[in-house]
Structure formats: C-alpha cells, structure tokens
C-alpha cells in the first residue's frame, strides 16, 4: 500500500513540476460582441457576464448574447451579491440593479469600478477616488470613506476585514465602518501601481519592476522581487494556493499576463511563466475556477485555460505560418518557409534567419537530416549532394540508393542514375505525393491512386499490380504513407485505411467535411492525424479529438514532428502548438464535490465543481437519480421539477480522458408531500367526487325518464290518432265508393238507355257515357288510393298489373305483358304511391300516342331495399329534343324527384323507363313493427 501511495505522489509531483500549457482563445466582434471595448467580468448564476462599450453581454464559452441593450447603456463594471442580484455599474446611469429579468436603479451618479472580496465590495469612481461607496443590508449605497483632494494615483484593494488605501509612499488601512486604523510606508521610490489583499498578505507593486508582499498582521516586514527589465505591474491577481497572475506593462502598450507561483511559506517565487502577451491594455482580469478572462482596451477579450498544448500565435510571436519543422543539433526547435527560419530559443523567444535556398521539403533518412531545394539536395550541412530536387529518400545501402520527387522514382546505384518511375509516360498519375519502402517493397503515392515496385531476380525493380490496392484506390488521390506496428497506413484527403498485404480496413474519417491534410505516427505508436476540423489521436484504447473548443488555436493542422524529448510540434493555422502526448496518460480521475443545494417544493437545483490538474475543458460528466441508469451531463448543475413526493438519492461523477470515473458524490433529500397529496385527502375528495357524480347521473336519469315518459303519451298519442286517420280515410273510401260510385255507374246505365232511344241524339249520350266512365275510373283509383291497406308495393304493384292489362285490352294490336320478382307487402306513403301512378298512367298515355308500338313489358322487383319498375315498349321512341318541350317527361320527372326516385330513360330498340326508390326506411320501419 505504502508503494502505491508513493507512486502516486511520485505522479502528481512530475505534473506539478512540468510546466502547464495554456490555451488562449480570442473573442471580440466577429464572435458577437458589440464592441470590442471590454470593461469587466462577473460569474452570476452559472453565465459569464461581459460589460462592454456596446453593453451587457452573456458569454457561453463559444458565443455572446446582448443583454438590456436600451436600458443599460456603457457597463463598465459588476458586482454578483450572493447570486441572486447582479450590480451593474455605468458611466451613464450610475448602478443598476438585475435580479431576474427586473431591472432597477439604485444609485444615479458616475461610476466606474466595483472592487469585490468575497462577501465585500467597494464602489468608486476612478477619475476622482474622493468617496469609497459601499452596499449596506438594505442595498442602498453607503459613504464610507471621504477625503479631501482628488489624487488619480491613489490604489485600492479589500478583504473581508479591511480596505487598503495606498497614497503617495503611505499605504493606510481602514476597517469596514471607513474608520482609519493603521498606515504603513510601502518603502518604493515611486508610487504604488497595483495592490491587492491574497492569503494572509498584502502585495503591491511600482511601475519599476518592484513586487513586494507583506503579512497583513506585520505590514512592515516585507519581501521584494525586482524584474530585471522596467515593466510596471499594473495588475495583481489571485489565482489559486501560493499562485497570482500579475499584469506587466512594457514599452509600445503592449501587456503581459504572468503566473507566478510561490514556496508554501511565500518566502520566494519558485515558477514564473508568461501565459498571455498582447499589444492592447488591460481592463480586468477575472478567474473563474482554472479559467481566466482578460478584458482588452479595443480587442475584445481573451480566454485562457490550463490545458496540455501550448500555442504560439503567429501575431502574438511575429512569426509567418511554418511550412517545415525541424529538431537541429543544439536541440532547439526551428520552424521555417520556403525562405526563412525561425528558431525557438529559451523564454519563447524565435531568432530569424534567412535560408539560402528555397526550401523545397525537409526530411530525415537514417538518422540524418537533409534539405531539398527546387535544383538540389542538401545534407545536414547543407553541403551539395544531389543536383536534383528529392522530396524524400526510401531505401539506401552501400552504393544503392532509391528516391522520389515529385515527378519521379529513381534510383542511383554503382554510381549511375535510372528512372524506374517517370510521370512523363504516367501522365494520368500528374504527380507523385508521397511514398514508402514497406516489406521490401517501394509504394508511390499519386494523384491517381498507388503504384508497387518489387525487385526482380536480376536487381531489377519493375512496377507490379497490386488487385487490392488497384481496387480499392483506382483514381483517387493518395496523400501519405505511414508505417504503424508492420502495417501500411494509407491515407487519402478524406480517410485513412491499414493495409496488411492481405486485406484493407478502414480506420477513420468517412464523412466529407474533413479534409486530412496529415498523418503521422509517433515513437509510442500513437497515430495523429491533422485535418481542418482540428487533430485527432488514436491509440490502442482511445480517440481524442482536439480542435480550437478544447485547447488548439486553430481548426487547420498541417503537419506535426516530434523531438528528442517526446514532444509533438504541431504548425496549424494560427502558428505553432507544443504538445506533450504524455499527459494522455492521465488516470486520476477529477474530485466531485457538490457545492449548492437548494430544494424547494416539488423543485430541485444541484450544483457541484469539479477539480482536476489538467485539461478540465474535457472532463466528462454523469449523474444518476436513485437507480436508474447513468445519463451524461453537459453542465455542472442539475435542475429537476415537478418532483413526487419520496426520497430521493442523486449522484454525480467524472472522468478525465482516459482516467475511471471517479467515486460517485452522492446526495439525498426528500419531496414532502403537498396536503392535496397526502392519502387521506386523497380518498376524501375521491369520496366527494364520487358522491357528486353519482348524484349527478341521478338526477339526469331522473330527468331522462321524465323526457322518456312524455315522449311515451306523445307516440302514443300520435299512434292513436294515426290509427284514427288509417280509419277515417277507410270509412271515406267506403262510402264514396258506396254513394258517390253507385250514383257515377246510375248515370252510366242512363245514358246507355238513352243511347238506344232514338228521340235523343247519340253523339250527345255518347259523351255523357264516355265522362261518366272516366269519371268512375278516377274515382276508383282515388278510392283505392284513399284506401290505407293498399298503401304497400304488393298492392301497387297489383294495381298498376290491372289498369295496364284493362287500358290495352282497349287496343287489339298492342299486347301487354307483367313480370313481377320477390314483391313482398311493404309498406309506402301515400305520396310516393300517388306519384308512382299518375307517372305510370302518363307513360301509357305517350306509349298509345307517339310509340307505334306492338308490345309492352312492365316489370318490377326488389333486390334489397331498392324497388325497381321498368316499362319498355318497342315502338320508334321519341325525338330528344321534341321531346324536352312537351310536358310529359318533363311532369314525370318532377314527380320522380319530389319522392327521391332515380328516373333513367333509355332509347333502346324503344323506349325503356326504369324507376328506382330506396325504400331503406321503409324497411327500418316494417322490423321494428
């Protein structure tokens, strides 16, 4: 155990002792700030706010979101009060309070500068520094200190017990009722420029370099550090234990940020390095955990994180976009163009140094380097030996040599050279990009794919096929050749493959959007792989990706080399990165810990922190609620809501790159329940809900039965006196038949005597025979009508059977004939009997007038609920459009429509009548009769 633990102790001390990189990201307008004129920084429920020239900002991490535009105008500094208000000062509008989405003010004058400690702020203005404000309980704005005179050089800083005041060579101490209690001379030659108050000390610096540090119990006692160049230290800073991040100013306004660390007794400076070097002032410096922020005068701001690659800016450094990388002889680095080199010397400095030659490509063969120009190749020496260009050398030995260019392979053995490869004769190919020696065999790679060289038995190389490389890379581009544990590692401008002789695999990158621009392995095996979506590193267990969110200082990697040391130098877009892949060794897990709780109701918000030596920004969070599963977690805060009542147990875990989740940081609380949910209330508006539903459904059946009743005597009512009107028209029917039809057949038999006498004219008897006949056969069918038992189809069609055969039984040359199918006695109106007859007796009518006809057809049947009558003669029919100005059809038709029949008049070998009624309601009756 005790080997363990000293292992472990052995591992973070060489972390602590390595130097920390630093990654800078840069924001201003182009990233959606207003104005690039940045004041100052405050952390308020979780969100990064940002006073700018152009106003209050929200900052994510990647963009930013303009806040109260109108209402506040010119922020210039903030004040997070226990993160439930946030003061605004403005140059404008003096204070103004935000709490939620309110916004009040709370103080109308100028000012310029909230300084903060925890839980005390001080407000002044600094053109004047007369009167030193501070916020009392109730949030009104307190004097606390008065003086007399304006003096711009007078310094600030608080803590939780005092304010410190440096004037001219006195620095004074006031307690927080702005009563002075002691005062100290700070022992410069020159005013004081920076002070601050950070553990247990007070620091405080002069614009000649000095940086001294006193106890707070013995102010006197005193330890300086002098700089050697004159930088005044504008700025001083917490950072974290025995650390502070000091602002230098140099010459030309350009500003350096420093993090300094101390001994554990602050006796000495043990560690200093430059994180930040820009060419605009500062406005403020604020630290958010590991996180620091840099708010620039006119360049927006500046992001820094811990992280485990160190960048050097092309603008920061004054250094062009390198083409070549190089480790030379003194063990510096030098990174260079065509035409120029730039070496990196101690305290990232870069000496200039003009190439005499074009640089064409730099390569290393067999543990020496050379250089090759557009007309020749160059040894470590830069002495000629080669009067060509040569991209890269594959293969030597005594007297034998193969390389490449872009155009050729050749080779230069017992002293003469031969072209083994010409893309003068492959002028498809265009030109050659990379090759390699693989398993003694040579592979060159094209714009049009991979050519194979093997040699032959007699010392001879000649190009072979290949059927696997030939299928899988016919006419496409092939960028480089890496050779990763015996396998060839092919790469083209979107993926990359391994190739084992046998087969081919693919191994990253399928999507479009990323464009490999290079592929490189490293002395652990480690593949890299530098794209314009950032870099990526693959190693047996893991991928990572690292782009501009996470650490690089641009999207657009080009190259990478690795030196004597293990470290991997990258050229991106932006300049140059220094990259220690050791640090992907990384296996402690980060510490959790849950630092806000705040329960409420059926509402909970959890928040915890996270702590970890490297790289937090790719720290990977989970949290679980009771036994679920383990679900990732964007932000270090969970909200949850509209809980149920019960216990629960939240837990919440890390894990750094490769490292195992750390031990979970669990915390449990419980959801009392609302007094509508507990049980008794339950069941007792449950009984009252059911009470009132069921006496509701009483009452409705009550009046349910009720309506149902006098419905009842209402249908009963209208039974009766339908059954009274079915009796009176039969009691009609019979003594109009009985009295008005034994008158009509009296008068007939007159006038047939009369006929025969011969005192009277027979013309004469002969009409009053013939009316009085018409009119007893109308009266006999307004009888049968009139008559309720023959209002069925059985009867009617009966009816219409015997008024067809006695109406042509009055004309020899016509023959009639009846059909009649599945007629059954269902009952119809009398309106829809009525119509049917009168159409019926109309069509007779137009077949004895206009038809000529010899025969007719009347048939009826009923195929469901649908009764259907046809009548077809076969005379010569009718003329269209005579017919339509006769009113006939035109009578028969508006009949048809008044009781819903479908009427269909056909001139087929005749006239053929088809009528059709849906007796469907009919039907419906009759079965619930």
């Not at 007369?130 to 704005?141: C, K, T």
């Not at 050229?571 to 990259?579: R, V």
């Not at 209402?714 to 039974?719: A, D, G, S, V, Y």
Request: with cysteine; proline share 2%.
């Amino acid at each position: 155990m005790k080997k363990i633990i000293a292992s472990i102790v052995c591992v973070l001390s060489c972390f602590v002792v390595q130097a920390q990189y630093w990654t800078t990201q840069h924001f201003n307008v182009e990233n959606g700030l207003p104005d690039n004129y940045v004041f100052a920084f405050e952390k308020f429920q979780e969100e990064i706010y940002v006073a700018t020239d152009g106003g209050l900002v929200t900052f994510d991490g990647i963009d930013c979101k303009i806040l109260n535009k109108k209402e506040i105008r010119y922020p210039v500094s903030l004040l997070n009060a226990k993160d439930s208000i946030l003061y605004i000062g403005s140059w404008l509008d003096g204070i103004i309070a935000k709490n939620n989405k309110k916004l009040k003010n709370i103080y109308p004058f100028r000012i310029n500068r909230i300084l903060k400690n925890k839980d005390k702020s001080l407000i002044y203005n600094t053109y004047q520094r007369i009167s030193f404000l501070a916020l009392n309980e109730r949030s009104q704005i307190d004097t606390l200190i008065e003086l007399d005179s304006i003096n711009t050089t007078r310094r600030l800083a608080i803590d939780n017990s005092a304010i410190y005041l440096s004037e001219h060579k006195t620095i004074s101490q006031y307690n927080w009722k702005g009563k002075k209690e002691r005062e100290f001379n700070h022992g410069f030659t020159s005013d004081v420029e920076a002070i601050n108050s950070i553990d247990g000390f007070i620091f405080y610096s002069d614009n000649e370099g000095n940086l001294s540090w006193s106890p707070k119990l013995n102010p006197t006692q005193k330890t300086t550090h002098h700089f050697e160049k004159p930088y005044t230290i504008k700025c001083i800073k917490s950072y974290k234990k025995q650390q502070i991040l000091v602002q230098f100013n140099h010459r030309a306004e350009r500003n350096s940020i420093y993090l300094i660390t101390f001994d554990e007794t602050y006796s000495k400076i043990i560690n200093m390095d430059a994180i930040l070097t820009i060419k605009n002032g500062i406005s403020d410096i604020f630290v958010d955990q590991e996180t620091i922020y840099i708010a620039v005068y006119g360049d927006g701001f500046y992001k820094l994180f811990p992280s485990i690659i160190k960048s050097y800016h092309k603008t920061a450094y004054q250094i062009p976009v390198p083409k070549f990388s190089f480790e030379n002889t003194a063990g510096n680095m030098v990174f260079a163009t065509e035409n120029v080199s730039y070496t990196l010397q101690e305290k990232d400095t870069f000496i200039q140094q003009k190439n005499p030659f074009r640089f064409n490509t730099v390569f290393e063969f067999g543990g020496k380097r050379y250089f090759s120009s557009h007309e020749n190749l160059y040894n470590d020496s830069l002495k000629i030996i080669n009067d060509s260009r040569v991209d890269n050398i594959l293969f030597a030995k005594a007297k034998d040599t193969l390389l490449y260019s872009k155009y050729w392979l050749s080779r230069n053995h017992n002293g003469e050279c031969e072209d083994i490869y010409c893309i003068e004769y492959n002028y498809n190919d265009k030109k050659v990009n990379t090759g390699i020696f693989f398993k003694n065999k040579v592979y060159l790679g094209t714009q049009n794919g991979i050519r194979k060289f093997i040699k032959n038995e007699v010392d001879v190389w000649e190009r072979t096929e290949d059927s696997i490389l030939q299928k899988n890379f016919q006419q496409r581009v092939i960028r480089s050749f890496s050779i990763h544990k015996n396998q060839l590692l092919i790469t083209t401008p979107y993926e990359a493959y391994k190739y084992d002789e046998t087969n081919i695999s693919p191994l990253l990158f399928t999507e479009e959007d990323i464009y490999i621009n290079a592929t490189f392995v490293d002395a652990q095996n480690r593949i890299y792989f530098g794209t314009n979506k950032g870099f990526w590193v693959l190693t047996d267990n893991y991928k990572y990706h690292f782009n501009t969110k996470n650490g690089t200082n641009s999207d657009n990697i080009y190259s990478f080399y690795q030196d004597r040391k293990g470290i991997i130098w990258i050229i991106s877009g932006n300049g140059i990165m220094e990259f220690n892949p050791a640090l992907l060794d990384i296996t402690l897990p980060p510490k959790i810990e849950i630092d806000q709780k705040n329960i409420q109701n059926d509402h909970a918000l959890l928040h915890f922190k996270s702590s970890t030596r490297h790289f937090p920004e790719a720290v990977l969070f989970e949290y679980k609620i009771n036994n679920t599963d383990w679900r990732k977690l964007q932000h270090k805060q969970l909200e949850m809501s509209s809980l149920k009542p019960g216990d629960y147990t939240v837990s919440f875990r890390g894990k750094h790159i490769n490292s195992e989740w750390s031990i979970p940081e669990t915390f449990q609380f419980n959801i009392s329940p609302k007094w509508y949910q507990i049980t008794v209330i339950k069941i007792f508006i449950f009984g009252i809900i059911t009470f009132l539903l069921f006496g509701f459904l009483w009452y409705r059946l009550r009046v349910i039965k009720r309506r149902n009743e006098i419905l009842s005597n209402e249908i009963n009512k209208r039974i009766f006196f339908e059954h009274k009107v079915e009796n009176l028209r039969e009691e009609i029917a019979r003594d109009f038949h009985d009295e008005i039809g034994n008158n009509i057949a009296s008068v007939i038999g007159l006038s047939n005597n009369l006929k025969h006498s011969e005192k009277v004219p027979s013309p004469k008897i002969d009409k009053i025979a013939s009316l009085s006949k018409e009119i007893y056969h109308t009266a006999k069918d307004f009888v049968w009508s009139l008559n309720p038992k023959n209002n069925n189809i059985e009867s009617l069609c009966k009816y219409l059977r015997d008024y067809g055969e006695n109406f042509f039984d009055l004309f020899d040359e016509i023959d009639f004939l009846y059909l009649e199918i599945d007629i059954i006695p269902i009952d119809i109106s009398y309106v829809k009997s009525r119509n049917i007859i009168l159409a019926y007796k109309e069509i007779l009518a137009n077949i004895i007038n206009h038809s000529q006809a010899t025969k007719v057809v009347f048939k009826t049947y009923l195929d469901g609920h649908l009764f259907t009558i046809q009548i077809q003669d076969n005379g010569i029919g009718f003329d269209n459009s005579s017919s339509t100005s006769g009113n006939g059809l035109k009578n028969i038709k508006k009949r048809m429509e008044m009781i819903n029949a479908e009427m269909d008049i056909e001139k087929v070998a005749g006239v053929f009548y088809t009528f059709t009624l849906d007796l469907k309601e009919e039907f419906y009756n009759t079965e619930e009769l």
